[in-house]
């Protein structure tokens, strides 16, 4: 039970803490939040583990933390209003060619940002180019192009 | 109905194998979850709601000895004995030597003032004849360990416990 209490505890704050840090704290993975990253894996290994290291405390932390997800995705996809609480919604950040500043202040985006997913995945030079930009749930933006 | 495949559309996709994953899938979700109730009961050692089992160490059943079915390769476990009688106290508890060489004593609760070994049991005794007396152990090998265990005068009990991996 304790390896279950523990692995229940540990997804559901770390879902809460990185719902509230943004979309975008780590979706351009910079070398620092990359380190970041393997400082909070290692100090919530350290949480779930506890002081017992045998397999069978791994493989039930495993299957706990798999089991949530698994009913988590079911629920989310039974009831929308779950999916848009844990997972966000979708954000229109640039509409024929003008950035919402409003918006992309608060999603802490800049116009570079769009610029640069504009460039990877469509080759394109300027913002007017572009039909609309989106902040995606993942963190990523997606391109419109003008046609 | 089987989908028709755009003539353009270069992709080995395989319709049944996909529904029949699907099914694997679905049942493999049933047993984790099955499993995570056993880990809440205590089916898989660590702690659970039935994980620990009472067994009367006197006749009269005024002093009882608790410990864990299950237990996990180098994790926590304990014996507690407890006097749950209104003037009676533990002074000796015997346990078989095999079942403690199994076992790592990370400390006894109460400290026992002397510990004998004989006929293949520790005897443990305790000065100012203490209501509560727990062996906090760590199992290191896995598998099943029988123990008989008893208190100085009266019958002996047999405990059986499994240690996962």
Known sequence: ??????????????????????????????????????????????GLLGEDFSVTNSFLLIITLICIDIGLSLLKNRYPRLDKISEGVPLVILEEGKPHHDRLKKARIDEDDIRAAARESHGLERLDQIKYAILEKSGGISIIPKK | MPREKAKTLELEDDLSYERRQWRIERFSWVIMLMIIIGAVCGLFGGAGLFLYNKAPLTTTGDTEMEYPRFGRFMSALSLTFRATGTDNTISTISIEEHYLNTMQIDNITPSPEKVEAQNGMLIYSFHGSPRQVSFNLKANSIGMHDATISLTGQEAVQIHQFIYP
Do not use: H
Not at chain 1, 7 to 29: C, M, N, P, Q
């Open chain 1, 1 to 46: 039970m304790d390896a279950v209490l523990r692995a229940t505890a540990i997804y559901f704050f770390l879902l809460l803490i990185f719902r509230l840090s943004g979309k975008r704290t780590f979706a351009d993975v910079t070398p620092f939040d990359f380190v970041l990253l393997l400082i909070i894996a290692e100090t919530t290994q350290q």
